[in-house]
RNA sequence: GCGCCCGUAGCUCAAAGGAUAGAGCAUCGGAUUUCUAAUCCGACGGUUGCAGGUUCGAAUCCUGCCGGGCGCACCA
């Protein structure tokens, strides 16, 4: 059980002695404001004090007379209108760092009662190359299913790809008027890719091309033997593209079900909906009319066709026919909020009403003009140039600084391109990672590829000292576990440290409380300075006697088993020297 | 017109109704014979858009206003 966990189960048996709900106010035992009030506060003699008819101050005693927590914490206060300080005893923390270092979970609990969660996330539209506003649901999903999964959930991460939409209308069309065979021979996706651009630009300048791009679409979607062939042909390819860049990322999905996996479902969903009287016609068109909307969500259109809406439902029903999830998230851009209040109204309708159905949404990614990137115009950076230049751009700084050490260069070409690699692609996701998600998002090569101060960067270099002093010493981190000897906090700096990683499971708790993987970041940046502190002032292979020496190495070691899982659960890697 | 989101240091952003609103960048000053200077230490920088309200306590909740973004019947 964490620090904290700990903390409230105490205060807890308390506030149910005097007949409150612990539930309701136990979330006011939290980590202390600022480290001079001590390590964790009580903020709940300042809410309770009204019922109790009690000053603050009293009620604080009071609390703290029936609280035991003499094992846990030497120092009790109350503090300005009623907090009360405790700070805890380093006897506690020195015994959870020494559990910890056997511990390959670094005394993070999994879930007692665990979830099954659906996470809806990626879900790009195949055919038309990836660009920068597909990375943020990407990363911030894979981000989400890696905590999820880390705390005991099962996750079901899925994929919902858009492959059944316009862009093959686009793509058939070019491939019947403007295909270069030999091109397509040589480079298939290039060729689809221009094909896509081509057409894309031609229908937004002549609406003769868009009708007959709508054509071809429709005729897809009614079965037509050639085009479906076609279908057939362009869909691995688009597949093998998003592979790449998946695999590239690290991400993968236990489910890739696109919108043409539901294709078939729809005609019937739409009958079965009207039959149950829970959707109507309505000027040509099949409508879901849903309480405290003005618009009405229309799941076929006057012409046939089925909409967004109706595969997202058709969609939602499969998964809770499949699956039975606690949870469906929907990492989706802020943009389509609307549409998600009306898919989850939709469902309640339909009788889902036990599961929690939440929009994960973000910001917008804007270009450097303030301007969301265009998804049609063709000017948008290609993703897979984006990584290009972010691991680009980490080779020259690699480089450099392997260039500058003191004895000359010290890694290889292949060192060299790997770290590039990992701490490119790495600054790429942290920069993201570490905005709140409900900000829009300002993309800037610069930002997200500086590797100073909060970046990715800074973390993978604390790893790396670790390591290094490590390397020094001549040690693996499993020959000086196995070691006799314990960490000891002799200094105040060690302490912070300490506590620091010690606090590691609560980070992970407060970003899975709202979904914000930010919240995880900012955990990470926290105990990576605390670590830079340490370095600086704490010598550890010079301390001053052995065993001192060994509680540091052990210190060294759990710190930079922490960032390395807290990296990993956000899908960041590490390397041993940069 | 209606709805949702946002407005915090020069810039990019944090902050769980709690104490003196924090980081990074930038600027300025300091630290390297000692485990990686991709580092550390320090300084400067704020009427949290404005005005009310609720509360022991508001950047946070409520109301109004100002400014910005997004979305609102047959795109996804």
């Given at each position: 059980m964490s620090l904290l966990t700990e903390l409230r189960a105490r205060f807890a048996v308390s506030l149910e002695s005097l007949g409150e709900d612990p539930k309701r106010w136990?979330?006011?035992?939290?980590?202390?404001?600022?480290?001079e009030y001590g390590d964790y506060q009580a903020n709940l003699a300042m809410c309770l004090a009204k019922r109790f008819a009690r000053s603050p101050r009293q009620l604080a005693h009071e609390l703290l007379a029936r609280t035991e927590l003499g094992d846990l914490c030497d120092r009790l206060e109350i503090a300005g209108p009623g907090f009360i300080n405790m700070r805890i005893r380093d006897e506690v923390l020195e015994a959870r760092l020494t559990q910890s270092v056997h511990d390959p979970r670094l005394g993070i609990p999994l879930r007692q009662q665990t979830e099954t969660f659906v996470v809806d996330y990626s879900a790009p539209n195949v055919a038309k190359p990836m660009h920068v506003g597909h990375i943020r649901s990407t990363v911030i999903g894979d981000a989400i299913c890696r905590m999820l999964r880390f705390v005991g959930h099962r996750v079901i991460s899925d994929n919902?790809?858009?492959?059944?939409?316009?862009q093959f209308g686009m793509i058939i069309y070019g491939w019947r008027h403007f295909a270069d065979r030999t091109n397509f021979e040589k480079d298939p996706l290039g060729e689809l890719g221009r094909l896509y651009r081509l057409v894309n630009e031609l229908a937004e300048k002549d609406p003769a091309v868009a009708q007959a791009v709508q054509t071809e679409t429709a005729k897809l979607h009614a079965g037509d033997p050639e085009n479906r062939q076609l279908w057939q042909q362009f869909m691995p390819i688009c597949l093998q593209e998003i592979e790449s860049i998946y695999r590239r990322l690290g991400v993968t999905f236990?489910?890739?079900?696109?919108?043409s996996f539901y294709h078939d479902r729809l005609p019937a969903l739409v009958e079965d909906l009207r039959r149950r009287g829970i959707a109507q016609e309505s000027e040509g068109a099949v409508c879901i009319f849903l309480e405290g909307f003005k618009a009405p969500m229309i799941i076929?259109?006057?012409?046939g066709a089925f909409l967004y809406a109706t595969t997202d439902l058709a969609t939602l029903i499969y998964r809770m026919e499949t699956w039975q999830p606690d949870w469906i998230l929907y990492v989706v851009d802020h943009r389509q909020s609307l549409h998600f209040q009306q898919l989850f109204a939709a469902a309640r309708l339909l009788g889902y009403d036990k599961v929690k159905l939440v929009h994960v949404s973000f910001g917008t990614v804007l270009g450097e003009d303030g301007r969301p990137f265009r998804?049609?115009?063709?000017?948008t950076v290609p993703l897979e140039a984006l990584l290009d230049e972010a691991v680009a751009r980490a080779r020259k700084i690699v480089d450099q600084n392997d260039e500058a050490k003191p004895n000359g260069p010290e890694l290889s070409e292949e060192e060299r391109a790997r770290i590039a690699e990992v701490v490119g692609i790495g600054a790429l996701k942290y920069a993201d990672l570490s905005q709140n998600r409900t900000s829009d998002y300002v993309f800037s090569f610069d930002k997200m590829l500086?590797?100073?101060?909060?970046?990715?960067a800074y973390m993978q270099y604390a790893y790396a000292r670790v390591r290094s002093i490590f390397a020094k010493a001549g040690l693996t981190p499993e020959e000086v576990r196995a070691r006799d000897g314990s960490i000891t906090l002799k200094t105040t700096v060690e302490r912070r440290l300490g506590l620091g990683i010690l606090r590691f499971a609560e980070a992970i708790d407060l970003a899975l409380e709202d979904f914000r993987p930010n919240l995880l970041t900012n955990y990470l940046f926290e105990l990576a300075t605390l670590y830079s502190t340490f370095y600086e002032t704490c010598p550890v292979l010079?301390?001053?006697t052995p065993e001192l020496r060994q509680s540091r190495l052990l210190l060294c070691d759990l710190t930079a088993r922490t960032i390395q899982k807290g990296l990993e659960l956000l899908g960041i890697g590490v390397v041993e020297r940069m």
């Open positions: 136990i979330d006011q035992v939290r980590p202390a404001q600022s480290p919902h790809i858009g492959d059944w939409g316009t236990d489910y890739t079900l696109g919108e076929r259109k006057r012409d998804t049609r115009s063709g000017e500086a590797m100073n101060g909060n970046t990715g010079q301390a001053e």
